[in-house]
């Protein structure tokens, strides 16, 4: 499938809005030349005996006309421009959000927040600078380029050749130095911007580590090394700035000078009379505004490729899983309606980076997972239980081996994989809305009824009532009315009302206590007792309900059987599973 660009497809629809702004603009330009033009013809002009009153009240017209054209005109041509831009605008961000949307997994996985945060703020906001800032005033200094050059040509081609020399310098050689001097520069930029973004995201989420620490003003220090760096490269920029300003102003004004001496030996071989003097030199300045942006509008040319650079790695990874999606039959697509999943991992592998010499993060892993079948996956951190759980819901795709769900593919799923997987992780988001809307996430078309029975399934019968608005009372942000076991099953409704044939448990019990662990874990057991549990946790309490205990270590399968096999023939489980239970095994 062919790839569209982020200006293409808009250029067709808003063709002529596209011309009628670059009318506009070079009109805009006219009107103030001309307006610089009859001033210049009046002053001189009523400096002299006048045969005439009519001899200066026509200009005095042509002042008033131009000089309130120019007002109406310059207005109407951004009231248009901007009005276009943002309808572009618009449809880049309904575009951007719906690649995003069906590949949120596999977003998390891949990028940061900081870099999601990047894309939302500020590319798509460059690229609408590309016709603001680039296209069209690049596009209507050409027009007066040849305007301009055609003109004076008409008098004087010598002089109009020197002039467009000038003018030559202005539109393309200063543009260019410019562009091979920032482009670096602007790539640096950008991409600091992009990693003050992510070390703040990551402060913000973890703000409350940083406090009990103590170590939040190290926080302060480190960041604000970091922004001292971003504004010495941004001080540099605006160096440049002020320097590539300078010369063009420069440039304009040896082309007054210029134009003065070539008006001068024109009135002297009475080519022109003398009051056209003073109105050939006052138009430089308003034609030389349209001209003097253009090394500005070109150097804005990095920050646009690095922002496309961007965009179009997310729009691969969407077309990767779109045209995965689209090799699927009518049976196959069939299939992964259903309500019975079989996962097989066949040899699986998964390594982080593309060389040979990254360490697998897990390793010729087998696993055969039926619908119903309830297995654990417990390991220390860093053993692959992650990486196993993203490989399992087809996030990310094997380096070695494969992933199948029914047969097919787990990557060609693509959106379809959270009507099949669902996920209860350790510290569920409940948003600042009222618990009814936290659990109707599940199924934004579930009925109030469908809502009780979730709650009742989640043991919640006893919280609703406490609650002075039941299910419509404000969870408060970030469900800070609620105790860590409330929120999780909370998040277990909602689970419970997406209904999906698989459950993967990524650690909720993480940060309760055992009495509260013990009793999410009972209700969870009960109101899933259909359903495939994939459970990941560093725990074992709860092993013996499960079909399956799998130990990780080092990316690759330890120990596997039921809790009754693991305890009588491996001594190092049994002796974790006495760490889990001490009272228990204390008692004994």
Do not use: C
Request: hydrophobic fraction near 45%; charge should be neutral.
């Amino acid at each position: 499938m062919k790839r569209e660009g982020w200006f293409a497809p808009y250029i067709s629809p808003y063709f002529w809005r596209f011309v009628l702004i670059i009318v506009l603009g070079a009109l805009t330009v006219f009107s103030a030349s001309s307006l610089m033009y009859t001033s210049g013809f009046l002053i001189s002009k009523a400096s002299t005996p006048i045969e005439n009153i009519l001899m200066i009240y026509v200009p005095i017209v042509g002042v008033r006309t131009f000089g309130t054209s120019r007002a109406v005109i310059h207005y109407v041509e951004r009231l248009v421009g901007h009005d276009t831009i943002l309808r572009i605008l618009s449809k880049m961000r309904i575009r951007l959000y719906n690649i995003l949307e069906p590949q949120a997994l596999f977003l998390s996985s891949r990028f940061r927040t900081g870099d999601i945060l990047g894309m939302l703020a500020d590319d798509i906001e460059y690229l609408q600078n590309v016709y603001l800032r680039t296209v069209f005033p690049s596009v209507i200094a050409l027009l007066l380029y040849a305007a301009v050059v055609i003109s004076l040509g008409t008098f004087d081609i010598a002089f109009a050749l020197l002039m467009a020399l000038y003018i030559l310098v202005l539109v393309v050689v200063l543009p260019l130095i410019s562009l091979l001097f920032t482009q670096k520069r602007q790539r640096e930029v950008k991409q600091e911007r992009n990693s003050l973004y992510q070390k703040l995201t990551d402060a913000v989420l973890g703000m409350g580590d940083w406090v009990i620490s103590g170590r939040q003003a190290q926080f302060v220090d480190t960041y604000e090394a970091d922004e001292k760096r971003v504004a010495r490269t941004d001080a540099a920029l605006r160096g440049w700035a002020r320097l590539r300003m300078f010369i063009g102003q420069a440039i304009v004004g040896v082309g007054v000078v210029s134009l003065l001496f070539w008006a001068a030996g024109q009135y002297a071989s009475g080519a022109i009379v003398g009051t056209l003097i003073a109105a050939f030199v006052l138009v430089v300045f308003p034609v030389a505004d349209a001209f003097l942006p253009v090394s500005e509008a070109v150097e804005k040319i990095p920050q646009y490729r690095n922002s496309l650079e961007r965009l179009a790695g997310v729009e691969a990874d969407e077309e990767h899983a779109m045209a995965a999606g689209l090799t699927l039959d009518n049976a196959t697509a069939a299939a992964m309606d259903v309500q019975s999943v079989h996962i097989q991992l066949k040899n699986a592998g998964y390594r982080y980076g593309a060389s040979e010499s990254e360490e697998w993060s897990i390793r010729d892993l087998n696993l055969d997972i039926p619908q119903g079948k309830k297995i654990a996956i417990i390991g220390r951190s860093g053993a692959g239980k992650s990486t196993l759980l993203k490989v399992i819901q087809g996030v990310i795709k094997p380096s070695m081996g494969s992933t199948v769900i029914n047969g097919m593919d787990a990557a060609a799923y693509g959106e379809r994989i959270p009507s099949i997987i669902s996920v209860l992780n350790q510290s569920p988001h409940l948003f600042d809305t009222t618990v009814a809307n936290n659990i109707r996430l599940g199924d934004p078309d579930a009925s109030d009824e469908a809502i009780k029975k979730a709650g009742a399934l989640a043991k919640l019968d006893t919280l609703i009532s406490s609650l002075p608005e039941g299910y419509n009372t404000p969870v408060r942000e970030a469900g800070q009315r609620f105790s860590g076991g409330e929120r999780q099953r909370i998040a277990l409704a909602r689970i419970l009302l997406q209904n999906t044939p698989v459950v993967v448990l990524d650690e909720p019990t993480v940060g309760l206590d055992p009495r509260t662990e013990r009793e999410l874990l009972a209700t969870i057991f009960e109101a899933m007792a259909e359903k495939t549990l994939v459970w990941v946790t560093h725990h074992l309490v709860g092993a013996e309900q499960m079909d399956e205990v799998i130990f990780m270590e080092n990316g690759s399968v330890e120990m596997r059987g039921t809790h009754a096999e693991l305890m009588e023939r491996e001594p190092r489980y049994r002796r974790l599973y006495e760490l889990d239970r001490p009272v228990e095994f204390l008692s004994v």
